[in-house]
């Protein structure tokens, strides 16, 4: 839901000026969306949705809403061609999805691949700032970060972790967002609900900080499942909650 939720935050920003029905975004009058991975059908399909939840009717109710699905590209060959379509359209954010398909055969695991594709990045944030760069994390639940090089994250001024979670007993799509800034954050977490109407997107609304009512405590049991060896600590830190609780939780699981 990464791509999805920035969509959404480029949409509703303009048309609405806040961001997941919650973030204040008063400032921002243009954005872009630049897609390089999801097909211009689902791209489309997801603004038309995203539109109807808003209450929008015409182009002319989000103007400052721009996107482009370009493709695959190689971000480094490309990133004067990348700056001159920022200057076009002087966004007030923009967002770039997804990173694996702008790196053109090289390995994000390898520092010395990724030191090009990082400062392109950092030469663009130059432009138009925030930019917004999603990307994917390990396949390791455990590890909260991006895929790829650990010094990666330093070229960043704040990174979120998006993680996609349900209540076991409810169908409502959640994610939960971990939040790492140099700067500093309000808020260090928060939850995101996905809002639908039968099949179809409606939109993405902010549902408190922390996780989702019951959903900690299904993290939590996952987490255990997943690694049974880990510490409460351990669990705690991989899942947001408090160490404290992590402990209640296991204390009740040993008595059943």
Not at 68 to 83: Q, S, W, Y
Not at 124 to 129: D, F, I, Q, R, T
Not at 210 to 219: F, H, N, R, S, T
Request: with cysteine; glycine share 6%; charged share 25%.
């Amino acid at each position: 839901m990464k791509s999805l939720a920035w969509l959404a935050a480029c949409i509703e920003s303009v048309a609405k000026q806040i961001v997941w029905e919650h973030f204040d975004a008063t400032a921002v009058k243009k954005s872009l969306f630049i897609e390089s991975e999801d097909s211009q059908w689902v791209i489309e399909e997801r603004i038309r949705g995203i539109a109807k939840g808003l209450g929008l009717h015409s182009v002319e109710d989000a103007p400052g809403f721009h996107y482009l699905r370009t493709g695959p590209f190689d971000l480094v060959n490309l990133g004067a061609t990348l700056k001159a379509i920022l200057d076009h359209y002087r966004p007030d954010f923009a967002v770039l999805s997804t990173l694996q398909n702008l790196l053109e055969g090289k390995s994000w695991n390898e520092q010395r691949d990724m030191q090009p594709i990082n400062q392109a990045i950092v030469r663009l944030a130059s432009e138009c700032c925030p930019l917004v760069v999603i990307t994917h994390s390990p396949w390791d639940k455990r590890a909260k970060r991006a895929a790829g090089t650990i010094t990666q994250a330093a070229n960043f001024l704040t990174t979120m972790h998006f993680e996609k979670v349900s209540a076991r007993n409810a169908s409502d799509a959640f994610v939960h967002v971990s939040i790492d800034s140099k700067i500093g954050a309000e808020q260090t977490d928060f939850n995101l609900r996905l809002e639908t109407e039968g099949d179809e997107v409606r939109g993405i609304a902010y549902g408190g900080s922390g996780w989702p009512k019951g959903v900690g405590k299904d993290a939590v049991l996952a987490a255990i499942e997943a690694d049974d060896c880990a510490s409460a600590k351990d669990i705690a830190a991989r899942t947001g909650v408090s160490v404290r609780y992590v402990q209640k939780i296991m204390k009740t699981k040993r008595k059943e």
